[in-house]
Nanobody, 118 residues
Framework: QVQLVESGGGLVQAGGSLRLSCAAS????????MGWFRQVPGKEREFVGI???????NYADSVKGRFTISRDNAKNTMYLQMNSLKPEDTALYYC????????????WGQGTQVTVSL
């Protein structure tokens, strides 16, 4: 069983930056694909980006060029650096783990709130 804990959310003005962290338990973090998702109340959960176990990353078009995923396998931690934030980035951000590295997420954190004000 893998446990994921997000941190780093908060309130920021438009144009600002935040860095989210996702700390994972377990010994096989490096073999997992890890992803970030976000959700606004009343809307479906939205894909933000993914870090494959081999190091490749992919992003949603809405965040491409502004958000960057990195991971420190020695610390079992993934990060989401968010720059040039917009009010529409306001959401509850979740990290997720995929033990198969196929884009099917088996484990989810509880989320951290990001609020971007004008």
């Amino acid at each position: 069983q893998v446990q994921l804990v997000e941190s780093g959310g908060g309130l920021v003005q438009a144009g600002g930056s935040l860095r989210l962290s996702c700390a994972a338990s377990g010994r096989t973090f490096s073999s997992y694909a890890m992803g970030w998702f976000r959700q606004v109340p009343g809307k479906e959960r939205e894909f933000v980006g993914i870090s494959w176990s081999g190091g490749t990353t992919n992003y949603a078009d809405s965040v491409k060029g502004r958000f960057t995923i990195s991971r420190d396998n020695a610390k079992n931690t993934m990060y989401l650096q968010m720059n040039s934030l917009k009010p529409e980035d306001t959401a509850l951000y979740y990290c997720a783990g995929d033990r198969t590295n196929r884009g099917t997420f088996n484990y989810w954190g509880q989320g951290t709130q990001v609020t971007v004000s004008l």
